[in-house]
T-cell receptor, first 112, second 116 residues
Framework: AQTVTQSQPEMSVQEAETVTLSCTYD???????LFWYKQPPSRQMILVIR??????QNATENRFSVNFQKAAKSFSLKISDSQLGDTAMYFC?????????FGKGTRLHILP | DTGVSQDPRHKITKRGQNVTFRCDPI?????LYWYRQTLGQGPEFLTY????????KSRLLSDRFSAERPKGSFSTLEIQRTEQGDSAMYLC??????????????FGEGSWLTVV
């Protein structure tokens, strides 16, 4: 069975700093998708970034980028120039053909 | 249609009562998912549909829970004889399998259930 592990329950960084959130996963599959979702307090879960496992190039979306290490089954999220609006729960997720499995999340606080 | 919508957003019910939640997915999305999320935890998979067919149910989905998607569009999640442990946010999500978005799923805002 696939599992997703986020080892950092909570993190705090100063505004404008760079922060990296860790995620590891376990699967025997070769083709799959990985995601980072953001859930602001009392608000909707939204997609931050996605990565197809067959692509070697790391995905980037503006200030958000990932470090995808397929052999190590690692998928970390880097947020550059962090902003107060980045304060949220961040969930790493794995998807194959059917359901998506989520990690337990990392609560990120951006401090002014 | 701008996203996944869920109704009601909040529901307080007495233990033992039945509750039903509705989810309207993004138009043309053929997959619809139900997840449950408790405070400080990640979403836990409950069940999903491909069009009107329910393809998988989690062991979390006891026999008090039933989900339907009769016409392959909206879905309902019913909880019978609610228990306090059912208190959680019930998230609905949808995706278009095979589309350019791949397996990206889009979430609704969730339906909060409090059982007292």
């Amino acid at each position: 069975a696939q599992t997703v592990t986020q080892s950092q329950p909570e993190m705090s960084v100063q505004e404008a700093e760079t922060v990296t959130l860790s995620c590891t996963y376990d699967t025997s599959e070769n083709n799959y998708y990985l995601f980072w979702y953001k859930q602001p307090p009392s608000r909707q879960m939204i997609l931050v970034i996605r990565q197809e496992a067959y692509k070697q190039q790391n995905a980037t979306e503006n200030r958000f980028s990932v470090n995808f290490q397929k052999a190590a089954k690692s998928f970390s999220l880097k947020i550059s120039d962090s902003q107060l609006g980045d304060t949220a729960m961040y969930f790493c997720a794995f998807a194959r053909d059917d359901k998506i499995i989520f990690g337990k999340g990392t609560r990120l606080h951006i401090l002014p | 249609d701008t996203g996944v919508s869920q109704d009601p957003r909040h529901k307080i019910t007495k233990r033992g009562q039945n509750v039903t939640f509705r989810c309207d997915p993004i138009s043309e999305h053929n997959r619809l998912y139900w997840y449950r999320q408790t405070l400080g935890q990640g979403p836990e998979f409950l069940t999903y549909f491909q069009n009107e067919a329910q393809l998988e149910k989690s062991r979390l989905l006891s026999d008090r829970f039933s989900a339907e998607r009769p016409k392959g569009s909206f879905s309902t999640l019913e909880i019978q004889r609610t228990e306090q442990g059912d208190s959680a946010m019930y998230l609905c999500a949808s995706s278009l399998v095979g589309g350019v978005s791949g397996n990206t799923i889009y979430f609704g805002e969730g339906s909060w259930l409090t059982v007292v």
